[in-house]
């Protein structure tokens, strides 16, 4: 295989992986904008080692355990007072979660699914929360409501929408 | 008590993911990750979720109507405006695409094109996000040198452990394999082990450059990238300079070679090494050592003694032979498939039939195959562009852009269907990527298509209404980047007398499902469809859904009937390219 070849199937696996290298990382970070900078970080760590990478092994163990280096070493620079997880969390979770990360397509479609039943109202507080990234305190203003209202509310329907998400996991 | 820590720990993170939190809390939220392993389980489900609904909004395709009754769930309708502050772009880092709420008014259509958008610039876009991103980052490493060594040095166990493949399977002629072996397909990445051929010849790429040539019967081990025995049988290496220093073992010799093209049979204990071109290092076990140039050959006796021996070139197949014969039995089985064809088009079973064959490149017509003559059948080719299909003498339609398309009206009514079609699929950027999709999908009108997680979709709409609309039957993944360019035979059946629908994949069942009584339609018709895409449904309200194909097309058939699974196995064999 020619040099360009390589370079398209490493790139080709290198997209492929974002989505689940994005879910690992956040889940690490639970932070938006912070998870995509280690998740370009990683990128970079990954492109310059592409050599390392041996042609045909799975790409994604291999990628995961290069963002996991990454992660550890955001947290350490970062510290305690933006990262909630410690090196030891980190450790200690990686494993559970890179289990997980294999099932991030199969959640996605549940979790559509799952949303295609809420109604309006609610649909437009999970994408204020999490698409626009707005604090509760803004949501709650923007909507006329208490701020307590909107969080026990955003609770709620965060655990309702997880639960229904690996319920309908588990039915296929 | 495990309950109210969850219950507590889900408040706190909450807390401390809106930046609320204070720092006695965090230290209790800390806390309660590191005591309790339930917490630590419920964190990595929110946070999974949480990282999956982020990657929807970034994806910008929140507002697409999906699942279910598919184009009637408006799940997302566009915000009133007046609720929410304007312009708030999501987060546009790296290349990222903002989705601006505007003034609220912002149609579907143009966020599925922003999505659409994303997905396609996915790739693209990734090397100069990397580059991109260098000199920042690289800049941060030099003054935290610490972290780049971190990084570089200790590898992980997880990589060791991960020896699949160390050569690829590029040519295959007239293989059989020895039944104790693994057969491979064309394309396949060869692990540590044995190559076993009982005929025929097989080209296997090394991944340090070298290519061997194998003719059966023959047994190779893959020992690395860079080392194979060969246990009985003849190869030929061509070895480029990329690649010096390949080695194949033949009994107890080793030969090592220093850029060059050679032979190596074994045959009863016998062992030749022939050197077509360059030289090549042969080490016996007993000590002796002999460099063997271009135009020499050894051989070493049953005695275990190496003598000089006479070349025979002819007696190794070279590349070049390979080509003769890999164009030969393309030839033989583009005729295989043509006199089967010829009897598809005569089969009474048959709705409608594409076998894109005879065609010329610049027809926008794709002609019916069915025979007696019906061109009311004829397909119009819109955008689609006409491609070497399975066989260089052999057309195949290749769809690229959202807009390319076939489209066909089949009238009529019918019960059981099948659908079979030879594709080639590049990539699949969208949610849902068309094989056959139905324009209104109307009561009794199928879909058939492919998911972007690699599962093939069927579907026979029921009626209007959510959680009515149909019962669709997904097949397990079939479809990841390792068979990109890959022709694959897809099949679909649907049998209205045992009500179930059945996946196949290259003739083999993937899957088989019975529809529920209450979504069951004994009905079936198709009326105006789409190949390759999805044309808008001519509802009023009902948005451009980009679902087109990103691959090719050889070869599409529809039948008025479940066909059984022998049957759709001869589609597959009679059609292998």
Not at chain 2, 98 to 112: A, D, E, H, K, Y
Not at chain 2, 381 to 405: C, H, L, N, T
């Amino acid at each position: 295989m020619s040099e360009t070849e390589q370079t398209e199937v490493f790139v080709q696996q290198l997209a492929e992986c974002q989505g689940r290298m994005f879910g690992y990382i956040y889940s690490m970070l639970g932070e938006h904008s912070r998870a995509m900078d280690v998740v370009q970080e990683t990128n970079l760590a990954l492109w310059r080692k592409k050599d390392e990478f041996r042609e045909g092994a799975p790409f994604m163990p291999w990628a995961l355990a290069i963002a996991r280096f990454q992660v550890l070493a955001h947290v350490r620079d970062q510290g305690r007072d933006k990262c909630l997880l410690d090196s030891e969390l980190v450790a200690a979770l990686s494993e559970e979660i890179e289990q997980q990360v294999d099932q991030l397509e199969s959640m996605r479609i549940a979790l559509r699914q799952c949303m295609s039943d809420l109604p309006r109202e609610k649909i437009e507080m999970i994408k204020s929360r999490y698409y626009r990234s707005m604090t509760i305190a803004e949501i709650a203003s923007a909507m006329g409501r208490q701020a307590d209202a909107v969080k026990v509310a955003l609770l709620r329907l965060r655990r309702a929408l997880a639960d229904c998400m690996h319920r309908k996991m588990l039915e296929d | 008590m495990a309950s109210s820590e969850i219950d507590e720990f889900e408040r706190l993170l909450f807390d401390w993911e809106d930046g609320t939190l204070n720092a006695a809390g965090i230290t209790r939220l800390r806390k309660l990750l590191h005591v309790n392993s339930d917490v630590r389980k419920a964190y990595v489900k929110r946070q999974f979720f949480g990282a999956i609904i982020r990657l929807d909004g970034d994806a910008g395709i929140s507002s697409l109507a999906i699942n279910e009754g598919e184009e009637d769930a408006v799940l997302f309708p566009v915000s009133d405006g007046a609720k929410f502050p304007a312009n708030q772009p999501v987060d546009g880092k790296a290349g990222k695409i903002q989705i601006t709420q505007g003034s609220g008014n912002v149609t579907r259509g143009s966020i599925r094109r922003n999505a659409s958008l994303l997905f396609v610039f996915a790739a693209s876009i990734l090397l100069c996000v990397v580059l991109g991103r260098w000199l920042i980052v690289e800049s941060r490493l030099q003054s935290a040198g610490s972290d780049r060594t971190a990084a570089n040095t200790a590898l992980p166990e997880k990589q060791e452990a991960t020896s699949v493949g160390i050569a690829l399977v590029t040519r295959l002629v007239d293989v059989t394999w020895q039944p104790s072996e693994k057969p491979f397909m064309v394309g396949d990445a060869l692990p540590v082990g044995v190559v076993g051929l009982e005929s025929g010849v097989a080209q296997i790429e090394f991944f340090c450059g070298a290519t061997v040539i194998l003719e059966g019967p023959s047994r190779l081990v893959l020992e690395s990238s860079t080392v194979a025995r060969l246990q009985s049988g003849r190869l030929r290496a061509q070895v480029p300079p990329a690649a010096r220093g390949f080695q194949i073992h033949a009994e107890e010799l080793k030969v090592v070679d220093l850029g060059t093209e050679f032979g190596v049979a074994v045959n009863e204990g016998e062992a030749d090494v022939q050197v077509f071109d360059g030289e090549v290092e042969l080490y016996h076990s007993n000590g002796e050592q002999r460099l063997v140039t271009a135009g020499k050959a050894v051989t070493r006796a049953v005695n275990g003694v190496l003598e000089d021996a006479e070349l025979t070139p002819n007696m190794f197949l070279g590349l070049e032979g390979l080509d003769d014969r890999v164009r030969s039995q393309k030839q033989s089985r583009y005729q295989r498939w043509l006199e089967h064809s010829m009897k598809l088009r005569r089969d009474p079973r048959v709705i409608t039939y594409y076998s894109m064959e005879q065609d010329r490149s610049w027809k926008r017509k794709l002609a019916s195959s069915v025979v007696p003559e019906n061109r009311d059948l004829d397909g119009a080719i819109v955008g689609a562009k006409r491609v070497v299909g399975r066989w260089p003498q052999k057309s195949g339609i290749e769809f690229k852009r959202p807009g390319d398309r076939v489209r066909v009206n089949i009238p009529g009514e019918f019960g059981s269907l099948t659908f079979a079609c030879w594709v080639k699929i590049d990539s699949l950027d969208r949610w849902y990527s068309s094989l056959f999709l139905t324009d209104n999908y109307q009561r009794g009108e199928p879909h058939w298509q492919i998911l972007d997680t690699g599962q093939l979709f069927f579907s026979v709409r029921l009626g209007e209404g959510r959680g009515k609309g149909h019962h669709k039957v997904l097949s397990p993944p079939f479809w990841d980047a390792s068979l990109s360019g890959r022709w694959l035979h897809l099949a679909t059946t649907y049998d209205v007398e045992t009500m179930t629908t059945t996946h196949f994949l290259n003739g083999e069942k993937m899957c088989e499902e019975r529809i529920p009584d209450e979504l069951f339609v004994k009905q079936t018709c198709v009326g105006k469809a789409t190949i390759g895409n999805w044309s808008s449904p001519t509802r009023p309200e009902a948005d451009f859904a980009i679902r087109n194909l990103n691959g090719s097309m050889d070869e599409f058939v529809l039948f008025r009937d479940a066909l059984k699974p022998d049957e759709v196995r001869d589609l597959f064999i009679q059609g292998s390219p």
